[in-house]
């Protein structure tokens, strides 16, 4: 009986042996790779064996062998990144803005926690292909609406349906703060701003509820869908995603999330959040900010405020991302990367702004532990450039990767190119 055992341990030990000895692995060699920690090294070489990176180093210091691997890229002269990850996005909920039949990232009434746009995710969706190929590799898929609009998800882009595409399921729910003024006319005219008479009641509103969702924590209960979703926020399982603008609106937010005691709070928007830079310090409150190419908050800011609110927040060691929330934002969203380089042309570091779309934002998202950075024993998520991908003239994207798997860099906008190019 014992030899018996002994002999099917041996099968067992040589068959993983032979596993492992099989499995495929690749090597990339010369490329200058972008980190994502804020580093980069200007001829790398970086090898994926089983779907992670299992090397990254200066090639010009070791030396390799490259008959130890199954596939060898040459990419000298060229750009490796991390996966750009867009955050705070309905991208995958919608499809053409005029066909409302294509929305499904909203649903009715002001307070539901309980929604989740995991299974709402449509892999194939036409404006992903789009995204994809500029580098944008995750995506944090955001409900809209309402006061309490739901919960987020983390998606790959790319995968057979909504259950492979996921990264992480519910990492937070987004709560949008009432606007204490609100325009009366186009884009901020002047005198096109009110206040908002209804806020406070708004604020009672948001306050009452979470002190229920709180009491509800505390107690034994477990019957109430809409206050078992909101329980993350107080054990710190999930981020709070506070949306709020103007400086007022914000403070008064953070003061009211903590008072109540939610672990974990993420600003998003905050297009005033370079002034509230003591606040945000002292409470460690990353920020998602808005889309960079946009117009000012207010009628006497400086038209360039939006393009340096980065920097600001840089110097300051306060952690954000980058969004493109907005008008057409699900297609518009492949412009994510430019906008980054608006950020370095008015002074960000250029290595800041490639961790604040990598990085930073795993770090926020919960998901840092696989994604984020070029480094050994994280996910092989990342692209190749021919050239600068913050810069859309020499931004060009040859190769994909999705846990170490090739990816096409085709779509439907390069397919009609190529049937339309010779007419």
């Not at 990339?28 to 779907?51: P, Q």
Request: proline share 2%.
């Amino acid at each position: 009986m014992t030899m018996t055992i002994k002999k099917n341990f041996l099968i067992a030990v040589l068959l993983i042996s032979n596993i492992t000895y099989a499995q495929k692995s690749a090597i990339f060699m010369g490329a200058t790779a972008h980190l994502g920690n804020g580093e980069k090294i200007k001829n790398s070489v970086i090898s994926v064996k089983d779907g992670k990176i299992d090397l990254v180093a200066d090639l010009s210091k070791i030396r390799i062998d490259p008959s130890a691997f199954d596939t060898i890229h040459k990419v000298y002269g060229k750009h490796i990144y991390p996966g750009f990850i867009l955050t705070n996005t309905k991208l995958g909920l919608t499809e053409i803005d005029q066909v409302r039949a294509t929305h499904d990232y909203r649903e009715a009434g002001q307070i539901n926690p309980n929604i989740n746009t995991q299974i709402a995710y449509n892999v194939q969706s036409k404006i992903i292909e789009t995204v994809r190929t500029n580098g944008v590799l995750l995506t944090q898929v955001t409900p809209q609406g309402g006061i309490i609009s739901g919960q987020s998800s983390v998606m790959y882009l790319g995968g057979w349906n909504w259950e492979d595409a996921t990264c992480k399921s519910n990492d937070g729910i987004h709560l949008r703060w009432p606007s204490s003024y609100y325009n009366t006319g186009w884009w901020g005219e002047p005198g096109g701003r009110e206040k908002n008479k209804k806020y406070y009641e708004r604020i009672n509103t948001i306050t009452e509820f979470l002190e229920r969702s709180y009491a509800y924590y505390k107690s034994d209960n477990n019957m109430d869908l809409k206050m078992e979703s909101m329980r993350g926020l107080f054990s710190g399982e999930k981020n709070l995603y506070l949306h709020a603008n103007y400086y007022n609106d914000i403070i008064d937010g953070i003061h009211l999330c903590k008072k109540l005691n939610i672990k974990k709070i993420v600003l998003v928007g905050g297009e005033d959040a370079h002034k509230a830079v003591a606040v945000l310090k002292k409470n460690k409150i990353p920020v998602i900010i808005k889309r960079v190419h946009r117009l000012p908050k207010n009628q006497d800011s400086h038209i360039d405020e939006p393009y340096k609110q980065a920097k600001i927040l840089s110097e300051n060691k306060i952690s954000f991302a980058f969004s493109y929330a907005g008008d057409m934002e699900a297609m518009g969203s492949r412009n994510l990367p430019f906008t980054a380089g608006t950020a370095v042309a008015y002074g960000l570091d250029y290595e800041e702004a490639i961790k604040a779309l990598t990085l930073s934002t795993a770090k926020i998202l919960g998901i840092d532990d696989k994604l984020g950075s070029l480094e050994k024993g994280k996910e092989a998520t990342f692209f190749i450039s021919e050239g600068d991908a913050l810069d859309m003239t020499t931004n060009k994207i040859e190769s994909i990767f999705i846990k170490g798997k090739s990816v096409s860099t085709n779509n439907h906008q390069t397919e009609l190119y190529e049937i339309y190019k010779d007419r």
